[in-house]
């Protein structure tokens, strides 16, 4: 829909709802109604005028410095569409090759935690939130716990992980949420059937949907970690996902988890991906949503356009992505890659003429069928749906 370039800068959206227009801004949501909208589908002045007194419109302040620090670069995973895979298994398999393994140490924490402050210091940022991410994060679980509880002493204020959950056990979860973790990202390939064909273990190819699940339980009893589950959606797996929710449902506590659907795109090793975003898949995505909700999960929330503050800002002035071995990175689908680094914790960013053709966003490497209006208008129907359902339901 239409709005000014202000509002386009401070990323604003406006989206049609079923029954009454939705503004999205970097302060918050509201209800319109076609009064406030002229058929062309802008905003009226007098609305304008109201969102922007309602500080819907005003943007705030970085308050904390947002670090992701790989663990580890190796995973115990050999999922075929992972961004850190190089290819795929050529013999069909549960091995496709990936990036070079490395463990991060406590010297390298050291260098890590003294870049960081230097980062911080430059911005005047006195708080510090750390994502914990691989590989998978837990093939290290020493670097991990020494990383957050040396981090304290630099301002850490929170902390999350994003793992696979296949080692996590309630002693390390216990030790994990006493050092400041409080949430960890979890990924579901579709109900067990789907999910033990396709998230398996490296190893020996086994499945993992009832290790993850019943980790989850097991840590949910001995910390206040919660749970975010990332619902990959592909040809693959699409007909299992209302057999997950249901299953879901009773073997995790839905009221600790919040839930989304991501719809899985190719990286360029080969993974493919034939689902489109049209209208019929916008709305099975809608579907599976309400039944969440319905369910007692929490559904990730609509809002604006926001700047990841760490590959939205070249020379990691929010934000850094640092790999094991110390390395920086624009993103953290480049972080561990060889030729994609933009510097390392000792010497600092290289120089923009430098990194400029390595510096890459969230999602800029992944390919798909859709062209980007496409795209737009799939999301932009999801989320005006799931607004729809919240203020019917009264959860707005």
Not at 85 to 106: E, F
Not at 211 to 228: D, F, K, L, M, Y
Request: hydrophobic share 35%; with cysteine.
């Amino acid at each position: 829909m239409s709005l000014d370039q202000a509002e386009r800068a401070v990323g604003a959206r406006l989206l049609p709802g079923a029954k009454n227009w939705w503004f999205l801004g970097p302060g918050g949501v509201a209800r319109l109604r076609d009064g406030h909208v002229t058929p062309e589908g802008a905003l009226r002045p007098d609305a304008r005028r109201q969102l922007r007194e309602s500080g819907l419109l005003a943007t705030t302040a970085v308050r904390s410095y947002a670090l992701t620090v790989l663990t580890s670069t190796h995973c115990n995973l050999g999922c075929g569409y992972c961004f850190q895979n190089i290819a795929q298994d050529p013999t069909g398999g549960s091995r496709p090759p990936r990036m070079p393994q490395t463990r991060l140490t406590s010297a390298t924490i050291t260098s890590v935690l003294d870049f960081t402050r230097r980062q911080m210091a430059a911005v005047g940022l006195e708080k510090l939130r750390i994502l914990l991410f691989g590989g998978e994060p837990l093939l290290n679980p020493k670097g991990c716990l020494e990383l957050l509880e040396r981090a304290r002493d630099f301002g850490l204020d929170s902390a999350w992980m994003i793992s696979n959950a296949t080692l996590l056990t309630p002693a390390l979860a216990g030790q994990l949420g006493a050092l400041g973790l409080d949430s960890i990202q979890v990924t579901f390939d579709g109900d067990r059937p789907d999910h033990d064909r396709i998230r398996i273990a490296r190893a020996d190819g086994g499945g993992t949907y009832d290790t993850i699940v019943r980790n989850i339980a097991r840590a949910s009893q001995v910390s206040e970690i919660g749970w975010r589950l990332r619902v990959n959606v592909s040809q693959e797996n699409f007909d299992g996902i209302d057999g997950l929710l249901e299953r879901l449902a009773t073997d995790v506590d839905p009221g600790r988890c919040t839930l989304y659907f991501a719809r899985v795109g190719d990286v360029g090793i080969g993974y493919a991906n034939d689902l489109l975003h049209n209208g019929e898949l916008a709305a099975t995505f809608s579907r599976w949503q309400r039944r969440a909700l319905d369910l007692g999960f929490t559904v990730s929330r609509p809002d604006a356009h926001r700047v990841c503050a760490t590959c939205g800002h070249t020379g990691g002035r929010y934000g850094a992505v640092v790999s094991a071995d110390g390395t920086l990175a624009s993103c953290w689908e480049t972080a561990g890659k060889p030729d994609w680094d933009v510097g390392s914790v000792t010497d600092g960013y290289l120089p923009d003429e430098t990194t400029r053709e390595r510096w890459v966003g969230c999602e800029d490497l992944y390919r798909y069928h859709d062209d980007a209006p496409t795209l737009r208008t799939f999301r932009d129907s999801v989320d005006a749906a799931l607004l729809d359902y919240l203020h019917e339901t009264g959860r707005l």
